[in-house]
């Protein structure tokens, strides 16, 4: 379990020198708005720190740790002279066995060492002694060090806390000889040059930010030179630059990269000042727009301040603002909405459209520790939202829109399917979180096996769509008066009640096993004020410092227009 | 002199006043076998001129520096 704003404590190890990365590392996380602590090991320690029982990488107490090697120190002799093996199964059983003496360091971490473990694969060789027949035999240099990655790959595959960083598209990208100063090579065994280093380190920020709970969940877009070239509301449909052909195709390129970060999860809002007719005329019939009007959770054209519509976007979404990322091509806007703003990332976008794609490629805030089905589905889910939105405009009361939605919740006791969503719920959820525990799979796991507690997910579906699993409870039920550990709700679903509901349900079941009364906790955090008074609202009696208790069950009433479905939850043991 | 001295500073972490042709690894404790690759470093940098490995090796005190750079053309 770790608090909202611990220092995170950063470990390296490499078979090379990699003297300058520690504070590389420091600045690429304080840039990021994170606190680190960060050890590097000795010139190539990896062994030592791993295995020894006394080493400065166990006391440190890694919360993750950064292990890089090259095909010089995983292969030997062989990176160099790969056919000194006569036949491909020379080759191969050769690689098989290197590739095991470098997971099985990561195994040995797994067992002696807390925390995540980012190893770095190898990057592609250049150059081989075969010359053009490097690409007419089998196990050529190239089929070594893929074969190497691959086997490394197939390990983090496996093992939850391992993940791979990308050295070998870190080297596609800056190039070997951009990377590899020679002489510094071989004078100090330095692989990757202090230039460089600033680079890497904020490519490993793509690992630690979703730890440290930075993830950027949603990015605000303008119209007008940025999703298309010129003027909308002077140059007209037909005139806009958006087209698979230049000058257009740079925009339309664009969208498409936006498009895949959409499908894998990351939320899109339109922020513009333009007529609304106008704008979206072009977003519904421009034939080449491949963002369409179902991309975006969230649309705000109109002329009003850009700073005030993000704030208007965040509402809409029910997100905090710290997890926006901006993109605007005018630099006045972008300097409006970073002094208004500074916790969103606002993206320096360069002055020529040739080059939106790579700023985008450049952003590493969008990853989660776990890809669940769910992430896939989140945009979908959000549009779902808009729609609901609008039919909140369209009937009477509110109480009339929720009983309209035809709500159902499903809580389930956590299982084997259910667990790393569970976690990465209490993870990175902030603002309905009554109590900000943070949760590793392994001690979800624990829990969900102890007799002590009962971890409960809960999903719910509506007119609009089936929005998966969008709370954790976890409960304390070994004692005579059961005490609810964490509570938690994706914010997708606030303003629904379903959280009275589901604490209607629990105090059903605490009244019928017995239990003396319920007790809920509220820790205040700067994120989840919104959910300050729930326990009040649900008919606890407040007792002081954040504890709630209840027991005249009746108090807290289920919700009529949400049908509660709980297969199997309460008489398990 | 200025722009070495203040690389000098930068990497080592010496008041300029205090260095000389004789200023080395051995009378500088920060000029340690790591600090004389990020010295190289930042001399190419800012002299925009590359080293060979000989001559990073041959580097024993400022005055070597100072010759090398000649050797480049480079005014300092």
């Known amino acids: 379990m770790s608090s909202e704003n611990k220092k995170i404590h950063i470990a390296i190890l490499a078979s090379f020198t990699m003297n300058g990365f520690d504070d590389a590392i420091s600045r690429a996380a304080f840039a990021g708005g994170i606190e680190s602590d960060v050890y590097l090991a000795g010139y190539n320690q990896?062994?030592?720190?791993?295995?020894?029982?006394?080493?400065?990488?166990?006391?440190?107490?890694?919360?993750?740790?950064?292990?890089?090697?090259?095909?010089?120190?995983?292969?030997?002799?062989?990176?160099?002279?790969?056919?000194?093996?006569?036949?491909?199964s020379d080759r191969r059983t050769y690689v098989m066995e290197r590739a095991k003496a470098y997971t099985d360091i990561a195994r040995a971490f797994l067992r002696e060492c807390p925390g995540m473990l980012v190893a770095g694969n190898i990057p592609?060789?250049?150059?081989?002694?075969?010359?053009?027949?490097?690409?007419?035999?089998?196990?050529?240099?190239?089929d070594m060090v893929g074969l190497f990655n691959q086997e490394l790959k197939n390990?983090?595959?496996?093992?939850?806390?391992?993940?791979?960083?990308?050295?070998?598209?870190?080297?596609?990208?800056?190039?070997?000889?951009?990377?590899?100063?020679?002489?510094?090579?071989?004078?100090?065994?330095?692989?990757?040059?202090?230039?460089?280093?600033?680079f890497l380190a904020e490519e490993c920020m793509a690992f630690v930010k979703p730890l440290a709970g930075k993830a950027k969940k949603c990015i605000v877009l303008d119209l007008d030179g940025t999703l298309w070239g010129g003027i909308i509301g002077e140059d007209g449909i037909e005139g806009i630059r958006l087209d698979t052909k230049p000058p257009g195709n740079a925009y339309y390129d664009f969208q498409r990269y936006l498009k895949a970060l959409n499908d894998r999860g990351v939320l899109l809002a339109v922020n513009s000042k333009n007529n609304p007719e106008d704008a979206l005329k072009a977003i519904r019939e421009h034939p080449s727009m491949v963002l369409k009007e179902d991309s975006f959770a969230s649309i705000q054209i109109?002329?009003?301040?850009?700073?005030?519509?993000?704030?208007?976007?965040?509402?809409?979404?029910?997100?905090?603002?710290?997890?926006?990322?901006?993109?605007?091509?005018?630099p006045l806007q972008r300097e409006r909405v970073r002094s208004e703003f500074p916790e969103v990332l606002v993206v320096d976008l360069p002055k020529d459209p040739a080059l939106y794609v790579r700023a985008l490629q450049a952003i590493v805030d969008f990853n989660t520790l776990q890809l669940t089905g769910d992430d896939f589905k989140r945009a979908?889910?959000?549009?779902?939202?808009?729609?609901?939105?609008?039919?909140?405009?369209?009937v009477s009361s509110m109480q009339d829109f929720l009983k309209g939605l035809n709500m159902e919740i499903s809580i389930q006791l956590a299982d084997d399917f259910t667990v790393p969503r569970i976690a990465q719920l209490t993870n990175k959820t902030n603002q309905f979180n009554l109590t900000t525990r943070r949760y590793t799979e392994q001690e979800i796991d624990t829990m969900r096996k102890s007799t002590a507690h009962r971890v409960l997910s809960f999903s719910a579906k509506d007119s609009f769509g089936d929005h998966g699993i969008i709370g954790v409870v976890i409960i304390k039920t070994d004692t005579k008066e059961w005490a609810i550990d964490t509570f938690l709700m994706s914010?997708?679903?606030?303003?629904?009640?379903?959280?009275?509901?589901?604490?209607?349900?629990?105090?059903?079941?605490?009244?019928?096993?017995?239990a003396k009364a319920l007790f809920g906790e509220y820790i205040p955090t700067p994120k989840n004020a919104l959910c300050k008074d729930l326990y009040v609202r649900a008919g606890f009696t407040d007792m002081g410092e954040g504890r709630y208790r209840l027991d005249d069950y009746a108090r807290c009433a289920p919700v009529e227009y949400i049908k509660v479905i709980e297969p199997n939850v309460w008489n398990v043991y | 002199?200025?722009?070495?001295?203040?690389?000098?500073?930068?990497?080592?972490?010496?008041?300029?006043?205090?260095?000389?042709?004789?200023?080395?690894?051995?009378?500088?404790?920060?000029?340690?076998?790591?600090?004389?690759?990020?010295l190289a470093d930042a001399l190419e940098k800012e002299f925009k001129t590359k080293f060979t490995m000989d001559e990073?090796?041959?580097?024993?005190?400022?005055?070597?520096?100072?010759?090398?750079?000649?050797?480049?053309?480079?005014?300092?």
Request: glycine share 6%.
């Open chain 1, 302 to 330: 109109n002329w009003r301040d850009k700073a005030e519509n993000i704030r208007a976007i965040a509402e809409d979404l029910n997100l905090g603002i710290d997890s926006f990322v901006y993109i605007d091509d005018d």
């Open chain 1, 46 to 88: 990896v062994h030592q720190e791993v295995l020894s029982a006394e080493s400065g990488l166990k006391s440190f107490h890694p919360d993750i740790t950064f292990l890089f090697t090259n095909a010089e120190k995983a292969l030997g002799d062989a990176a160099v002279n790969p056919f000194g093996l006569k036949t491909p």
């Open chain 1, 124 to 142: 592609m060789p250049t150059y081989s002694p075969l010359g053009i027949q490097e690409g007419k035999i089998e196990m050529s240099l190239s």
């Open chain 2, 56 to 76: 990073i090796l041959d580097v024993k005190n400022v005055g070597d520096i100072k010759r090398h750079l000649k050797n480049h053309g480079i005014k300092f």
């Open chain 1, 380 to 394: 979908e889910s959000y549009v779902h939202q808009r729609k609901v939105n609008a039919l909140k405009g369209s």
């Open chain 1, 491 to 514: 914010c997708r679903v606030i303003g629904r009640d379903i959280e009275k509901a589901v604490l209607a349900s629990l105090a059903g079941h605490a009244e019928k096993q017995g």
């Open chain 2, 1 to 38: 002199m200025e722009r070495l001295l203040k690389v000098l500073e930068k990497i080592l972490k010496v008041q300029p006043a205090n260095v000389n042709d004789m200023t080395s690894p051995q009378n500088t404790p920060s000029w340690d076998s790591f600090n004389s690759i990020l």
């Open chain 1, 155 to 198: 390990l983090a595959m496996r093992e939850k806390r391992i993940f791979i960083c990308d050295m070998a598209a870190f080297f596609g990208r800056h190039g070997e000889r951009t990377i590899v100063h020679d002489p510094f090579y071989y004078i100090g065994d330095i692989f990757i040059q202090p230039a460089l280093m600033d």
